[in-house]
């Protein structure tokens, strides 16, 4: 499988977080995939945004499940951006996406719009939470999921089986060559976050990993070249 390059939110390093101009941003680069977060809003809408509250990437302030679709939709998300739902974001850009979700009830939304537009084959399904992972896969046969991790030991390679995951998404900062054959044992593809200089590209290839996630679309670029 070729190396893949993953926009971080969009290409986070240089727009918005998690905007439509972010998005179109990492589609134009080139970047093979773009990760973004899902959350639920007080009125089940599917809401693009990392934070649980919306206070540091908008100029509005609580938790996006106290507020209304429309509530967030007047605040500014940065250089004059809406705050998004997820299906804008599919009919904004054509490029394949990584939709992470924070819990039991976001997979179930998403399973909703996922069956109901046919993406299976457009939407990979992520999640630091093992339940949210199983739950996804049980509700949408056939879609692919990654679980994610932060703090992890090789044990990480049996939750993912347990949870029915094909890829690893592993923090850079504690990737060791132990959880990599591990993973390659269990036949996992391993993705790592977040690469932003060439240190850290030069590990992901030396490791041969499948991919990296990344806040700038210059990886892109030199990821080609990098041995």
């Given amino acids: ?12 390093g240089v727009e918005p977080e ?54 967030l939709r007047t605040l500014d998300a940065g250089r004059g951006e809406r705050v998004p739902v997820f299906e804008e974001v599919l009919d904004a850009v054509k490029t394949p996406l990584q939709a992470e979700i924070k819990d039991v009830a976001a997979a179930r939304a998403l399973a909703e719009v996922m069956q109901r537009r046919d993406l299976v084959s457009r939407v990979e399904v992520s999640s630091f939470h093992d339940e949210a992972v199983a739950e996804i896969a049980r509700l949408v046969p056939g879609v692919r999921t990654a679980l994610i991790a932060s703090r992890y030991g090789p044990d990480v390679v049996e939750r993912a089986q347990e949870a029915g995951a094909a890829t690893l998404c592993l923090n850079i900062r504690r990737l060791t060559l132990e959880v990599v054959e591990q993973a390659r044992k269990a036949d996992l593809r391993v993705i790592a976050w977040v690469v932003n200089t060439q240190d850290q590209l030069r590990l992901v290839r030396a490791l041969q990993l499948d991919g990296a996630t990344t806040d700038y679309p210059e990886i892109k670029r030199t990821a080609r070249f990098t041995a």
Avoid: C, Y
């Fill in 1 to 12: 499988m070729n190396f893949l390059t993953i926009g971080h939110r969009g290409v986070m």
């Fill in 18 to 71: 998690n905007t439509l101009r972010s998005f179109v941003a990492a589609q134009q680069a080139g970047l093979d995939l773009i990760e973004l977060d899902l959350h639920l809003s007080k009125d089940g809408a599917l809401v693009v945004m990392h934070d649980a509250e919306v206070d540091r990437t908008t100029d509005g302030t609580g938790p996006i499940a106290e507020k209304t679709l429309e509530e």
